[in-house]
């Protein structure tokens, strides 16, 4: 049973472009996180969702930051027109349900670096 | 108040010794913990869970739940310098009962 896998491992984007990062959970999971980690700290919260639903989207940025889990295919998190503040480590997590207890497991990751 | 807080370290313990790594949590309601361990450029792995209070062993590893006093921890006995890293702590909390995790605390074990 394969992990969570994300895509593209190191992401390289100049200033203005736009980046897709991919996440696709372990089988039999329909909740995916995002969590962006800046050199040097702690995981920060930005999407959970659900299959075809955003269920908690309190720490994406209002502006350029958007995310989707369609009912086939991976969970995407789009940043339009990035910015140096952009470069992170961004990380999701999946889970088999939504409910309180449930193990989530960790993909290895994209590194978004914007030049 | 921060949701789950940690202290950020570094925590520093020989080889051979025993590391206490502590946590404590701010929702009341949450039920459920976790400990997630993150070498340097890795992603974070999962290594233990607690549901209820007391103490769960697993090896080396013993977690601690304290509802009451709304505290976690995780002691890792006879530390290698294998095990230096960063330790998350997290707990599920909020409106929308999502995972939350707090800044980790830096693990360093001297041989």
């Known amino acids: 049973n394969a992990g969570v896998m994300q895509n593209p491992r190191h992401l390289v984007r100049r200033r203005g472009q736009e980046a897709r990062l991919r996440c696709s959970p372990m089988?039999?999971?329909?909740?995916v996180y995002w969590y962006r980690q800046l050199p040097e700290e702690g995981l920060k919260f930005m999407v959970y969702l659900q299959k075809e639903n955003i269920i908690d989207e309190s720490g994406m940025p209002k502006e350029r930051f958007s995310a989707e889990f369609p009912k086939e295919g991976p969970s995407i998190l789009r940043i339009q027109q990035v910015v140096r503040g952009d470069s992170a480590a961004y990380f999701c997590?999946?889970?088999?349900?939504?409910?309180?207890?449930?193990?989530?497991?960790f993909g290895q990751g994209t590194r978004l670096t914007v030049v | 108040q921060k949701e789950v807080e940690q202290n950020s370290g570094p925590l520093s313990v020989p080889e051979g010794a025993i590391a206490s790594l502590n946590c404590t949590y701010s929702?009341?309601?949450?039920?459920?913990f976790f400990w997630y361990r993150q070498y340097s450029g890795k992603s974070p792995e999962l290594i233990m869970s607690i549901y209820s209070n007391g103490d769960k062993e697993d090896g080396r590893f013993t977690a601690q739940l304290n509802k009451a006093s709304q505290y976690v921890s995780l002691l890792i006995r006879d530390s290698q310098p294998s095990d230096s890293a960063t330790y998350l702590c997290a707990g599920y909390g909020g409106a929308t009962n999502k995972l939350i995790f707090g800044t980790g605390t830096l693990l360093a074990v001297q041989p």
């Open positions: 089988k039999g999971h329909s909740h």
């Open positions: 997590a999946s889970s088999p349900i939504g409910t309180e207890g449930t193990e989530a497991f």
């Open positions: 929702d009341r309601g949450s039920q459920s």
